[in-house]
């Protein structure tokens, strides 16, 4: 049975928290466990990427006790902001930072440079990898994240009810996309925005007082975090799942949507463009530039007004449903990664 070590946030399955990394980290935990492999997960308590001494150190514990010659996969959160730990280490072990979203400076280039094998989560991931360091592109993978099987959801005739799944996070563009919503105030809609308000409280705290200023508050839901069949049920109940991220590097929550046969309206940044895809050389839902309200509030417009435009986007976001990949795509990759890296 070959062995892998995992070293992971310390929050990976806390439901108050959670985020496209930690669900994408435990998916593959799992995944490799079914495929055979000896799964040893090691959580990293500490605010990463920024640990302070303690939490450092914690790390250097762990890397010390690793067995010479074991697979060590590393979260990128953690890999990516500790070079002088991994280097002390990179000669004994087979190290495989887990690379979610690039940092492009200087410390992340000297921990990448001692690994055996890197893994990216996404295409755009790995090209901005090989881009920014001197990296052979032999060693870069891409495993990208698959999606679960979930069951078609038909869609309300007018296509009011529009859906976020993000955090409540500057970097998710939420503000954007309350001031496109305050442009439609004279059409009939309802968003729910689900996702952490814990992160950046300031400015989720901004964020209330601007629905409130435009008079939406009984019109844009803030949500938390939600989970299960309660997540399951906010899906259900959208026409149309809105991201509008200023940065993403893949975005799962597009390929649950699509999953569903959920319509996306989302932004032209990092990975979404792949995350959305192709049908026939027509995308399942549309694409706007990043923080520009206007834009967003235009395309917005051109859903709920245009029912044709509706219906040949379902359309679209049915046929992407069938061509989505599942989560043992994911293992699958992330696998022929890992025996690289043992046979180095």
């Given at each position: 049975m070959p062995s892998v070590h995992v070293i992971l946030p310390g929050d990976i399955d806390d439901p108050a928290a959670p985020s496209g990394g930690n669900g994408y980290d435990r998916r593959?935990?799992?995944?490799?466990a079914a495929a055979g492999w000896s799964v040893r997960e090691h959580a990293v308590p500490g605010a990463w990427p920024a640990p302070s001494p303690a939490e450092h150190a914690r790390l250097a514990e762990i890397l010390i006790g690793l067995p010479d010659g074991a697979v060590?996969?590393?979260?990128g959160l953690i890999a990516s902001v500790v070079p002088d730990a991994l280097a002390a280490h990179a000669r004994r072990l087979r190290l495989v930072p887990l690379v979610h979203l690039p940092r492009d400076d200087d410390t992340e280039a000297r921990a990448l440079a001692g690994a055996t094998v890197i893994v990216a989560t996404s295409t755009w991931t790995r090209d901005q990898l090989l881009r920014?360091?001197?990296?052979?592109?032999?060693?870069?993978h891409v495993a990208a994240p698959g999606v679960d099987p979930a069951p078609v959801v038909a869609g309300a005739p007018a296509g009011t009810a529009l859906l976020c799944v993000a955090a409540v996070a500057a970097h998710k563009g939420h503000d954007v996309l309350v001031e496109a919503m305050a442009e439609l105030a004279d059409r009939p809609w309802t968003l729910t925005c689900v996702g952490p308000l814990h992160?950046?409280?300031?400015?989720?705290?901004?964020?209330?007082?601007?629905?409130?200023?435009h008079r939406l508050d009984d019109r844009i839901r803030l949500t938390g975090?939600?989970?299960?069949d309660r997540l399951a049920a906010a899906y259900a109940a959208a026409d149309l799942l809105v991201h509008p991220s200023r940065g993403e590097t893949y975005g799962?929550?597009?390929?649950?949507?699509?999953?569903?046969?959920?319509p996306v309206l989302a932004t032209a940044v990092g990975g979404l463009p792949d995350?959305?895809?192709?049908?026939?050389?027509?995308?399942?839902?549309?694409?706007?530039?990043?923080?520009?309200?206007?834009?967003l509030a235009d395309a917005l417009r051109r859903w709920l007004d245009d029912a044709t435009l509706r219906e040949r986007l379902r359309r679209t976001a049915?046929?992407?449903?069938?061509?989505?990949?599942?989560?043992t795509s994911t293992t699958t990759r992330i696998t022929t990664a890992l025996e690289e890296a043992m046979a180095s």
């Open positions: 593959v935990c799992t995944g490799l060590v996969l590393v979260d920014r360091y001197a990296l052979p592109p032999s060693r870069v992160r950046e409280p300031d400015f989720v705290d901004r964020l209330r007082e601007r629905i409130t200023a975090p939600l989970g299960g799962m929550v597009v390929t649950e949507a699509l999953a569903r046969g959920i995350a959305l895809g192709h049908v026939a050389g027509e995308r399942p839902g549309v694409l706007v530039p990043p923080e520009q309200p206007a834009a049915a046929r992407r449903r069938a061509a989505l990949d599942d989560w």
